[in-house]
């Protein structure tokens, strides 16, 4: 392989690798926003949860940021879920002072809230080589977290949720009185938990923008609780059955993009089993002494080196030696010049068609029964309707071997149109991979990213 294979193929990868990204930023891909357009990424988040007896709920939220890109504060938004109605919110930042909090209401005491570290509406941006870190405080009252059914009670809270930024390190405490009785816990996605007494202690590692993670408690009844809730369609069979949706769904959409990978790479397999191979020829190159063939130069030319799609220099030489041994032209020099001559020799029966218009070019442009290339590089540069004349002759000849490969069928090109049609749709799916992903399955996007690729790549290097 020389030089120029080599930087070809460095090209086109490079030029793969910018595609992909590009497909990547279309289907907007999570990383890739954030990579774009967030001023920060979460070393990590504390999210302490603490139940009381009454059934109220105090959180208190600690995410450290790192920040990215020049900012003048942090945003933080939190809307109920369910049945919950929020109060007494509380913010506050260290590392830089607050300067003031921009807050907007929500439904149910929700909000949202604009936290400003540089005075409230100033153009002003902190250098994050100077104010490299800032940690966001946000404590708040819950109620109405506690739900009641017939012969269960749930508590079901989503203590992350949607954030445009991965985090390195999540972690989830709930502490709950000594007189509530967990029975069951589920975790969206499964993540590490530990229970040191009545207190709950999940860790989630890397977790991708946009992702969630929740965790449902399964309790007993807690019927005399004063912020409980009572939700009539609750039970411990409704509880298995939603969780079983969640699994499968999750479980069905991994499994389904992997089948659809699988359907490629066998329909790939059966193309090349079927129209890939070339058909075996019996030679014994041992016992043979002439070529098995008796086909003209030029035209083996086109199949061996060029695979069927032209006829090279080398082919026409060739066809040129193949008229010089048939005695059709001799070749001569007259000190720095050298020419072709035309012998006067009667028609030739058995002379290849091809090689016959190539003889009918010579014949045409030659001067006396000489042909001079040097001299027809000077007759073509003079007059326009001499090259074409010359051109179309020369076409002709092409033509004419090219003719007799579409008859002989040595490369159908049935299972290339095929190959490349599949690969120009798996490349084009790629970006469906990417649309695979909600927030309930964002924790798998590093594997649709991954698919996504195995698409994009897999497809661009069959093309």
């Known amino acids: 392989m020389n030089w120029k ?39 990590s988040a504390r999210i302490e949860t603490t139940l009381s007896d009454t059934g109220e709920m105090e959180v208190h939220e600690v995410v450290h940021y790192r920040m990215r890109k020049p900012f003048r504060g942090v945003f933080r938004e939190i809307s109920p879920v369910r049945y919950e109605v929020m109060n007494n919110v509380m913010i506050w930042t260290e590392e830089l002072d607050t300067q003031d909090v921009e807050f907007s209401s929500l439904p149910q005491g929700g909000f949202s809230a604009r936290v400003w570290l ?8 902190l250098d994050p080589r100077k104010y490299p870190r800032v940690t966001l405080h946000v404590k708040y009252r819950v109620r109405n977290v506690v739900e009641n059914g017939g012969d269960i009670a749930q508590i079901f809270r989503q203590f992350w949720g949607e954030w445009d930024a991965p985090v390195e390190l999540l972690e989830g405490v709930f502490d709950f009185p000594e007189h509530v009785s967990v029975k069951h816990v589920y975790t969206h996605p499964k993540m590490l938990w530990q229970k040191m007494g009545n207190r709950y202690l999940f860790r989630v ?36 059955r939603m969780e079983a949706t969640y699994q499968r769904e999750v479980r069905n959409q991994v499994l389904s993009w992997m089948g659809i990978l699988g359907v490629f790479i066998f329909l790939f397999l059966i193309i090349y089993l079927v129209l890939g191979r070339e ?17 003209p130069p030029d035209l083996v030319n086109a199949v061996v080196q060029n695979l069927t799609s032209r006829v090279g220099e080398e082919g026409v030489a060739a066809a040129l030696l193949d008229l010089y041994h048939r005695g059709v032209i001799t070749f001569e020099e007259e000190g720095q010049k050298r020419f072709i001559r035309l012998n006067a020799t009667p028609p030739l029966h058995d002379l290849p068609s091809s090689e016959a218009k190539l003889l009918k070019i010579l014949q045409q442009f030659a001067t006396d029964n000489t042909f001079s290339f040097d001299a027809l590089r000077e007759r073509l540069e003079g007059s326009v309707s001499e090259a074409r004349s010359f051109n ?6 092409e033509n ?4 007799e490969l579409r008859r002989r069928r040595y490369l159908q090109n049935t299972g290339n149109i095929l190959a490349k049609g599949l690969a120009i749709l798996m490349m084009f799916l790629s970006l469906a991979v990417l649309s695979a992903w909600r927030p309930e399955t964002a924790h798998l996007l590093p594997l649709w990213t991954v698919l996504s690729g195995i698409f994009f790549f897999g497809g661009g290097a069959i093309l």
């Open 5 to 43: 294979s080599i930087l070809v193929r460095v090209i086109l990868s490079v030029v793969l690798l910018l595609l992909f990204i590009g497909f990547q930023y279309l289907g907007q891909n999570p990383y890739l926003t954030w990579y774009f357009q967030s001023l920060y990424r979460i070393e």
């Open 118 to 125: 540089v005075p409230r509406g100033s153009t002003m941006r």
């Open 205 to 240: 590692f890397h977790l991708p923008p946009q992702s969630i993670a929740e965790a449902r408690f399964v309790l007993e009844p807690l019927p005399n609780m004063q912020y409980a809730v009572k939700n009539p369609t609750l039970s411990w069979e409704e509880v298995e």
């Open 279 to 295: 058909v075996p020829v019996d030679y014994e190159r041992f016992y043979e002494q002439e070529p098995p063939y008796q086909d």
């Open 392 to 397: 179309r002759s020369f076409q002709a000849y």
């Open 400 to 403: 004419e071997i090219m003719a």
